[in-house]
């Protein structure tokens, strides 16, 4: 079986949302970004069509939660295997690195800080801000987290990183070089869904109305862009809420739906993610055409797979998974928690100390 993400018109309301689906491997075919013909799917399956669809939303919201279903013993040794533990392999990592210009990239929650039910107490440690301002000492570094950019900074408060919230699209960074800059300091770079900013605020306030009525649920905006966070929400009103967020999205073409963990995110249909953030920052940075650069990618949702894609495409650097259990993924190596993510940075600076100290 194989995990297929596919880009699908809900049955009711049309809005294009994408579903993990498990399929078998001689059932594949190439989607080539097309939405998948789903009228002509629930005519197939007749009664049991709106069955089907209420099973594969639910199977979708269920794996947004890692933890819900134990792997195999044998597939999590052979996904092991194909992506090694980061820490395990740091040796192999220096070596790929050396000579070159590493640039790294963090997501926030689930790397640098764990996920916890409320998403407005997901604070970074001390010790975590500790080791990312030591990284960003020796690398250009940045954050790039679907949350609102100035939130994230909240979070962070360090103010020699860029920053990309909204999923890349609003990006700022440090004014001169990678010294400690104020805040108000820091240079807008990139916002490719200004334009946007009126619908999502009225989409904003229509969805807070709208899911009110069901418990556990809260709806963030992280200015460019949504999150209706179903975390603490009974796994029996999760495909009411779906239908409430599609209910009022559905006349806002301008906007698609795709799923986190535990969290639907509402966008701009713009063409722009986390890895067309990360090509616009090595490219702001001047490394688009360099052959001497080495990016380094953390991150553990969905999202993060657009940056570890990148990555690949260019064949520079790698991507780091942060998960304890076998995901389909675009990254290399992997990591266990944001106490991992923490060692690995540790390393790095450690790596990158060593030779200074040698001449």
């Given at each position: 079986m194989t995990n297929?993400?596919?880009?699908?018109?809900?049955?009711?309301?049309?809005?294009?949302?994408?579903?993990?689906?498990?399929?078998?491997?001689?059932?594949?075919?190439?989607?080539?970004?097309?939405?998948?013909?789903?009228?002509?799917?629930?005519?197939?399956?007749?009664?049991?069509?709106?069955?089907?669809?209420?099973?594969?939303?639910?199977?979708?919201?269920?794996?947004?939660?890692?933890?819900?279903?134990?792997?195999?013993p044998e597939d999590h040794a052979s996904w092991n295997f194909h992506h090694p533990s980061a820490l395990m392999m740091f040796e192999e990592i220096e070596a790929a690195a050396m000579g070159k210009q590493i640039v790294v990239f963090l997501d926030y929650d689930g790397t640098l800080s764990p996920i916890v039910e409320d998403p407005d107490r997901a604070f970074i440690t001390s010790e975590m801000r500790e080791a990312v301002r030591d990284v960003a000492k020796l690398f250009p570094s940045a954050i790039v987290s679907g949350r609102c950019r100035a939130k994230v900074y909240d979070f962070v408060q360090l103010s020699e990183l860029y920053y990309a919230g909204s999923h890349g699209m609003d990006i700022k960074g440090p004014s001169k070089g990678h010294k400690s800059q104020k805040r108000g300091n820091q240079t807008v770079l990139c916002q490719p869904a200004r334009a946007f900013l009126p619908i999502i605020d009225e989409v904003y306030k229509a969805l807070i109305e709208q899911v009110k009525h069901i418990p556990g649920?809260?709806?963030?905006?992280?200015?460019?862009?949504?999150?209706?966070?179903?975390?603490?929400?009974?796994?029996?009103?999760?495909?009411?809420?779906?239908?409430?967020?599609?209910?009022?999205?559905?006349?806002?073409?301008?906007?698609?739906?795709?799923?986190?963990?535990?969290?639907?995110?509402i966008r701009p249909t713009i063409k722009w993610d986390k890895g067309n953030a990360v090509e616009f920052l090595l490219e702001s940075l001047g490394f688009d055409e360099s052959s001497d650069v080495f990016p380094i990618y953390i991150g553990d949702d969905r999202t993060d797979e657009d940056g570890f894609r990148v990555l690949r495409e260019r064949d520079q650097g790698l991507g780091i998974l942060v998960s304890k259990g076998p995901k389909e993924t675009n990254a290399s190596y992997t990591l266990q928690e944001p106490m991992e993510v923490m060692q690995f940075l540790r390393r790095l600076v450690e790596w990158k100390k060593v030779p200074l100290f040698r001449h």
């Open positions: 297929q993400k596919m880009v699908i018109p809900d049955a009711k309301s049309g809005i294009p949302i994408a579903f993990p689906v498990a399929m078998p491997d001689s059932a594949l075919f190439p989607l080539n970004g097309n939405r998948f013909p789903l009228k002509k799917l629930l005519k197939k399956l007749g009664p049991n069509a709106n069955g089907a669809r209420i099973n594969a939303l639910l199977d979708s919201m269920r794996a947004s939660s890692p933890t819900r279903r134990p792997s195999d649920a809260k709806v963030e905006n992280n200015k460019f862009c949504l999150s209706v966070h179903y975390r603490c929400v009974e796994e029996k009103k999760w495909v009411e809420l779906a239908d409430q967020v599609k209910l009022v999205i559905k006349d806002y073409s301008q906007l698609r739906v795709t799923h986190g963990r535990k969290v639907f995110e």
